[in-house]
């Protein structure tokens, strides 16, 4: 066993041993894939530079999910740990340092779900959850890339417990894609509260997107959107995102390397996002909001 391996486990059985926290972060993209891809190495890689430990998890059945786009090849996931295919060990890879990446599963979870007749099935999505747990409580970080499109692996409770965050850009179209993302997941899980990073995208931009998401969100679901800030637009973000390497590593000044380090930073410290004012729009003298 390598030495980098022995410190990353014993640093996970200080941080269960010391009942330090670790956040789960469940996050529903409403981007182009390479850019989802690319705010999540990024901000992998930025937590890991603060001293935190990653994990990043495909929880995909797309093609395009995290540990396809970003080397190195994922041969096992923690299905075939479940399957005891593999050790847990051959399952989990190190990406760069303090990041590692690991696969959920190569099959729909979902289709193991609607296997009564196979009670096996059922008694391994159990241990597969608690695999989930163990994994999570070994790192700082765990973030989770979701497809829910494909394969809803939020049907594991690990996952459904897990901090939603919702990926939008500033067009029409993932603006209407994140609201729906936003209302699936709210009919499945019930009510909680959301948060939301908007990519490529000035502050003043991200703001009036969150204010106005955050209005139909309340009005129409009873749900509470909070704002994890923005990404501003840089070409650094998207060319990088085409090689697997964290743009805050090959152009640290960049604008939006400057922004992933910010938002690490508050992450790390646990300072809430400062949460969306969500006031009902005046109503005009013939009694129709404004």
């Given at each position: 066993m390598s030495t980098n391996k022995v410190t990353d486990q014993a640093e996970g059985l200080r941080r269960i041993l010391d009942g330090?926290?670790?956040?789960?972060?469940?996050?529903?993209?409403?981007?182009?894939?390479?850019?989802k891809n690319a705010v999540l190495l990024n901000l992998a890689?930025?937590?890991?530079?603060?001293?935190?430990?990653?994990q990043l998890l495909d929880a995909?059945?797309?093609?395009?999910?995290?540990?396809?786009?970003?080397?190195?090849?994922?041969?096992?996931?923690l299905w075939d740990v479940v399957q005891e295919r593999c050790s847990t060990e051959a399952a989990i890879l190190e990406h760069s340092p303090g990041v590692h990446i690991v696969k959920l599963a190569e099959q729909s979870l979902a289709s193991l779900v609607q296997q009564p007749e196979q009670p096996e099935q059922s008694e391994n999505l159990d241990k597969l959850d608690q695999l989930l747990k163990a994994t999570f409580k070994a790192s700082s970080f765990s973030l989770v890339d979701t497809d829910i499109d494909h394969d809803n692996a939020l049907v594991l409770p690990q996952l459904a417990a897990a901090e939603m965050v919702v990926l939008v850009t500033v067009t029409t179209e993932s603006i209407k894609n994140a609201y729906a993302l936003v209302k699936t997941v709210h009919a499945q899980l019930g009510l909680r509260t959301f948060s939301m990073l908007v990519v490529g995208a000035t502050p003043a931009k991200a703001n009036l997107i969150q204010q106005n998401m955050g209005i139909a969100a309340n009005q129409y679901l009873g749900v509470k959107l909070v704002s994890l800030g923005c990404i501003p637009p840089d070409e650094q973000l998207s060319r990088s995102s085409h090689v697997g390497r964290a743009m805050v590593e090959a152009y640290p000044m960049s604008p939006a390397a400057v922004a992933f380090r910010a938002l690490a930073g508050r992450l790390i410290d646990n300072i809430a996002a400062p949460q969306l004012s969500v006031k009902p729009k005046p109503k005009t003298k013939t009694g129709v909001a404004a």
């Open positions: 330090q926290t670790s956040r789960t972060m469940a996050f529903l993209s409403a981007v182009p894939v390479d850019l890689t930025s937590l890991a530079k603060a001293n935190s430990e990653v995909c059945q797309s093609p395009q999910g995290i540990s396809v786009g970003t080397p190195p090849h994922l041969p096992q996931t």
